[in-house]
């Protein structure tokens, strides 16, 4: 059984998935980063959305890394890259796209293009790395094995399911003070029931620290504000239980916290079915 603790790494250019054992170190993986969804504040719908494959990459080879090289490349691996589109409703924005719930995958040789290897979770992941930019056009990259040398076409069936949010709002959080503070009780008609923050002092620096984790997909950003002047965060990491956000510098002593907050959630099944679909 896997039993090593999954921690998400998110700064302002992309998100990128890391995965720890508890003996090692941070090792970073390609991959979308997706924090466990806010559930107190997720509405489902039982509207779906469809896919459809707009831009195919196959690579066969990789070079070897010369002696003394690092020999760890996170791009162009062996594989199948497929670009999924899927139209964004209108006034909605994307904040995750899952992990396949279900996939299946064949070339016409009869070669399974699923059979990926497992991540550092232990699961096979298929989701390459996105950027937000492309997650708001609705672009999504998975990646499957190469197809057999013999094969022309491939089938794929998908399912999927996307989150999305319609607003963010701006909150004010009183208790929270750029000097430091102790754990405080979150609003929970804002935030959710048990939420809690609290800022954490260093040397040079300042970070608040937030739980549940989940906390991570409903705050779009968290600032220090004072006088007209913002401090915003510059990154952040989740996993174990809270998320953090990590600042640049030091504020000043009045500045007050303000989080922009995500709102109307909605959850959406994704469904993908392509049949003879030419390989590159």
């Known amino acids: 059984m896997n039993t090593s603790p999954t921690l998400g790494l998110h700064t302002r250019r992309c998100r990128t998935i890391l995965n720890v054992s508890l003996s090692l170190l941070l090792i970073a993986a390609g991959g979308l980063a997706m924090a466990p969804k806010p559930a107190s504040l997720l509405a489902s719908t039982a509207e779906s959305m469809t896919a459809r494959i707009v831009r195919l990459k196959e690579v066969r080879v990789h070079a070897t890394a010369k002696k003394g090289e690092d020999d760890f490349n996170m791009f162009d691996k062996p594989g199948l890259t497929l670009t999924l589109k899927f139209d964004v409703p209108a006034g909605m924005k994307v904040l995750n796209v899952e992990e396949p719930t279900t996939i299946k995958a064949v070339d016409n040789s009869g070669t399974d293009l699923t059979k990926v290897e497992p991540g550092f979770n232990g699961k096979a992941q298929y989701m390459g790395m996105m950027f937000d930019d492309d997650k708001q056009k609705g ?3 998975i990646v499957l094995l190469p197809a057999a040398r013999s094969a022309t076409t491939f089938d794929l069936s998908m399912t999927s399911e996307i989150t999305l949010y319609r607003d963010v709002s701006k909150v004010t959080v009183a208790g929270l003070t750029a000097t430091g503070s102790e ?4 609003p929970s008609e804002t935030f959710g029931s048990g939420a809690k923050a609290r800022v954490k002092m260093s040397r040079n620096s300042v970070q608040i620290e937030m ?21 915003e965060s510059q990154g952040s990491m989740w996993g174990m239980g809270t998320c953090t956000f990590m600042f640049p510098g030091k504020p000043k002593e009045d500045a007050t916290v303000v989080f922009d907050l995500r709102t109307g959630f909605e959850t959406r099944a994704l469904t993908v079915e392509a ?5 590159p």
């Open 139 to 141: 672009e999504v990259p």
């Open 183 to 186: 754990w405080i009780d979150l």
């Open 211 to 231: 739980k549940p984790e989940s906390l991570h997909d409903s705050i779009a950003e968290v600032a220090f504000v004072s006088d007209g002047e913002t401090m």
């Open 275 to 279: 049949k003879g679909v030419t390989l």
